[in-house]
């Protein structure tokens, strides 16, 4: 037995390895067009997502391609089951994860779905309930996968609507590791057969009898208590009935589950809690002030909002609160149009992710394209291509072995938050909603409809500010929380040393009742302001709102609360630090792992390029820049005892801060010198899209769309040279940076002869150190976007824009059409300079 059970050991041990490698680096959504697929060219198309440095894919039916109905699979049929068992042993042999969605398109819907376990919409009219069919349909439904959307608050709609995989996975053995529940979008949705029934019983009164009540527009007292009340009964029926039902099915049948709460009714931390792996979504671009950083103009910050990361840290709360190791995030939604994504542009979001606290990037993704295909092959209607077929697959690797190189970090640190600031979300079903069916979605794109003007928003945007590490807690969690021997609030994964109440004027009397626990085991719990000033629930609620009130006095009075009108004296009072880090305008997320505290920093800003900085949480530290390794850092002890870093990153940068392997050094304050590059530059076109420009020398650099010829319309690779020498002072420092200026958009460098980088992300900066006093020839390879030769394609074939439904659209959602376009600037623009010291 013994040799057995070391194999089963060894075998277990491998396979964590193996998925801990694929989980490290990023995966990308896959979509497969009408299903169209076959076998040779998924084993393709998976060897470059692994070549690429992809760990996984996560298969997504979609809407088909016109031309291919013919070759196009059923959903769940046994032609399709079998392409999808091929590429599950395909990922395996390649080292590629693979997840689906537990369905095609989104939301959770389709042909077995019945008139009577549909989504229903209810409205009040001359005092009666009337209630109507939504009659939505599976958004971008695949073949095999059109039908009414289900209703998520339907007590046997969800074992219902997956009865349809129980019969389909039956007998199949390569399954993937994971089910994905996209976001909720079920619109007007708002009521299910016994909603009554389940109202009376949860609430303590009859909703049909107060019917004038719940569709009060004055904001009366007794309509408010009324209006909570049903947004209370719709989110504890949407987790009991929706998420808990679709996880348990899940896990029963050896899935994962990845889970986009965010959209929904109900309270996102229960919600993404419910899930393995919570997923937020970085939906467009979030405008960083990172000096050469473009923004795509024509996107609509009123159509769409910008990505938060308050709104991401509801997704990582849940994880961090209960252990979870993975937080993933649908990545790069719509970051500019079609054919105009830099690698340049992902970096910042990405980065951006990382301080909210995702590790587990999924991006917004990847197209089955067949391999025979023209360009630019198929193409899902939002960007960002990250497929086959993109301008930067070329370099592709180079992100991801970034992603990797942080993710690995993050994955294999826990959590470090002080700061446990409690969601007062019925103070937000207090308000009138803006949303269908007169419901509160809590989506990830407005968040100023539902979250920034909340105290809790203002609240958390300062503590965000202020450098302050923070999770949020939930009614429902608060129940789990227990004090640990250090006085800390402990949720049986993460310690916290404060729970924070914002200044919120609702609280049911379950969750003082939870505050009351916490307070007698010795919690430290602050108020911000002032206590809750009135109980939820219309039920009795005079009797209940004047023992509200005493029970609030007795839990002020005791010595470990606080009613604050000054949170940094009172926060700082409970052992909670402000980093920092924020005030000096970065961005950060700190951790700890086996060696000490761990930060990740991320400079997305333009107020910071270097300077000495207050390290909270650790002593003395080493840097680690992601794919530039790791170097000790100049340290020294302040005269009033704090210990400081001496930090160099400008901005666009990020790096890693550990605790324990720096020491204190000498510092010197040197100022920087800049020589700069100039004098007769050869432009020569490699490689690309429709043909190759004449080569052409000047001693300016400028976009090579400037040029005659085709150059406005080309899309692919250049090769700038020049031949130049340094001053004998630069040679005495031994080493400098070549610092590119502006490039458009990737650079692969030589300097004599010898590679010295890819500079894909601000600064375009590479260090170099095999100059020479005479002579030096610097060779940069320049890679631009496809938008300028698709301003070409669609003025002579756009029959590449072939796909049904809502086919290809651009990024504010009307027809797409390049031909209209101006020529992107593209190559190396500059000034290209040396830095030393």
């Avoid at 549909?118 to 009666?128: D, E, G, L, P, S």
């Avoid at 129980?166 to 993937?176: E, G, H, Q, R, V």
């Avoid at 996209?182 to 007007?188: C, I, K, M, P, R």
């Avoid at 756009?798 to 020529?823: C, H, L, M, Q, R």
Wanted: charged share 25%; net charge neutral; with cysteine.
């Amino acid at each position: 037995m013994r040799p057995i059970l070391l194999f089963l050991l060894l075998l277990k041990c491998t396979l964590l390895s193996a998925q801990d490698i694929s989980t490290a680096k990023p995966w990308t959504f896959w979509w497969w067009m009408g299903s169209a697929v076959n076998k040779a060219d998924i084993t393709k198309q998976l060897e470059y997502f692994a070549k690429s440095g992809i760990g996984g894919v996560h298969i997504i039916p979609i809407y088909g391609v016109k031309g291919y109905e013919s070759q196009s699979i059923s959903f769940l049929s046994k032609e399709w089951l079998e392409v999808m068992g091929h590429t599950v042993r395909e990922g395996k042999r390649l080292g590629v994860g693979v997840d689906m969605t537990t369905g095609t398109g989104w939301p959770f819907g389709g042909p077995n779905v019945s008139v009577e376990s549909a989504a229903k919409n209810m409205t009040v009219q001359n005092n009666k309930l009337v209630v109507t069919p939504t009659k939505q349909k599976v958004k971008r439904a695949a073949p095999g996968g059109d039908g009414f959307v289900l209703d998520p608050f339907n007590a046997s709609a969800m074992d219902k609507y997956l009865s349809r995989f129980d019969s389909a996975f039956a007998t199949i053995k390569d399954l993937p590791r994971s089910m994905y529940n996209d976001s909720y979008e079920a619109y007007g949705a708002n009521w299910t057969d016994d909603f009554a029934e389940q109202f009376k019983k949860r609430r303590g009164y009859d909703l049909e009898q107060n019917l004038t009540l719940l569709a009060d527009s004055t904001n009366k007292a007794d309509g408010v208590l009324v209006r909570i009340d049903y947004h209370q009964t719709i989110a504890e029926l949407l987790l009991e009935r929706y998420a808990l039902p679709w996880t348990k099915w899940s896990t029963a049948h050896g899935f994962l589950t990845r889970y986009q709460a965010h959209g929904s009714p109900g309270n996102l931390l229960d919600l993404y809690e419910a899930a393995d792996i919570p997923e937020t979504e970085s939906f467009g671009t979030s405008r960083f002030p990172i000096p050469g950083l473009r923004v795509d103009p024509d996107y609509s910050i009123d159509q769409f909002g910008t990505p938060n990361v308050l709104a991401m840290k509801f997704a990582s709360s849940a994880a961090n609160f209960s252990g979870k190791k993975l937080v993933s995030s649908e990545t790069g939604t719509w970051l500019a149009n079609h054919f105009k994504v830099s690698l340049s542009q992902i970096k910042p979001q990405i980065d951006e992710l990382f301080t909210a606290g995702i590790n587990h990037i999924f991006y917004h993704g990847s197209t089955y394209s067949p391999e025979n295909e023209p360009y630019p092959g198929w193409l899902f209607y939002a960007s960002t291509n990250f497929g086959k077929s993109s301008h930067f697959a070329e370099h592709f690797s180079i992100l991801n072995e970034y992603v990797e190189w942080c993710q690995k970090l993050l994955q294999n640190s826990k959590p470090d938050n002080d700061v446990l600031v409690y969601f007062p979300v019925h103070d937000l079903w207090s308000m009138p909603a803006k949303s269908s069916g007169n419901v509160h979605l809590l989506e990830v794109h407005h968040v100023d409809r539902w979250l920034l003007d909340l105290p809790f928003g203002k609240l958390t945007q300062w503590l965000w500010k202020e450098g302050y590490a923070f999770d949020y807690v939930s009614d429902l969690q608060l129940t789990k929380l227990k004090i640990d021997k250090n006085g800390d609030l402990n949720s049986g994964s993460t310690s916290y040393k404060t729970l924070l109440i914002p200044a919120s004027t609702y609280m049911p009397e379950e969750t003082l009742a939870q505050l009351k626990r916490l307070a007698a085991a010795g919690a430290k719990i602050v108020f911000e302001k002032q206590l809750p000033l009135k109980v939820t629930g219309y039920a009795e609620h005079t009797n209940r709102q004047n023992e509200f009130l005493t029970e609030l006095e007795n839990l002020r009075g005791a010595s470990n609360v606080r009613v604050s009108n000054d949170l940094e004296k009172d926060l700082k009072a409970n052992g909670v630090i402000a980093e920092e880090l924020s005030k000096k305008g970065l961005t950060f997320i700190r951790k700890k792992n086996e060696r000490g505290v761990l930060y990740f920093v991320a400079n997305l800003g333009n107020t910071f390029k270097e300077g000495w900085v207050r390290i909270g949480k650790s002593e003395m530290v080493s840097r680690n820049r992601p794919l530039r390794g790791t170097s000790l850092m100049y340290g020294r002890t302040t005269k009033d005892g704090y210990e400081e870093v001496f930090l160099s990153l400008p901005p666009g940068e990020s790096c890693f801060l550990q605790s324990g392997d720096g020491s204190e050094y000498a510092y010197k304050d040197i100022k920087k010198k800049k020589y700069p590059v100039v004098g007769e530059w050869s432009l020569s076109f490699l490689k690309g899209r429709p043909s190759l420009p004449a080569p052409s020398k000047s001693t300016e650099l400028k976009s090579w769309t400037t040029l005659p010829d085709s150059a406005s319309y080309f899309s692919g690779t250049a090769r700038y040279t020049i031949k130049f020498d340094v001053p004998a002072s630069l040679l005495k420092n031994g080493s400098c940076k070549l610092d590119l200026g502006d490039v458009r958009e990737v650079a692969s460098v030589k300097l004599n002869g010898k590679d010295i980088g890819v500079a894909w992300h601000i600064p375009f900066q590479l260090s170099i150190g095999n100059l020479r006093l005479k002579d030096n020839i610097l060779e940069i390879e320049v890679t631009n976007l496809s938008a300028n030769y698709m301003r070409l394609r669609d003025q002579q074939k756009p029959d590449w824009k072939k796909f049904y439904d809502i086919n290809i659209v651009d990024i504010t959602y009307k027809k797409f059409d390049a031909s209209k376009w101006e020529p992107m600037p593209s190559g190396l623009l500059g000034p290209v300079t040396l830095i030393y010291d």
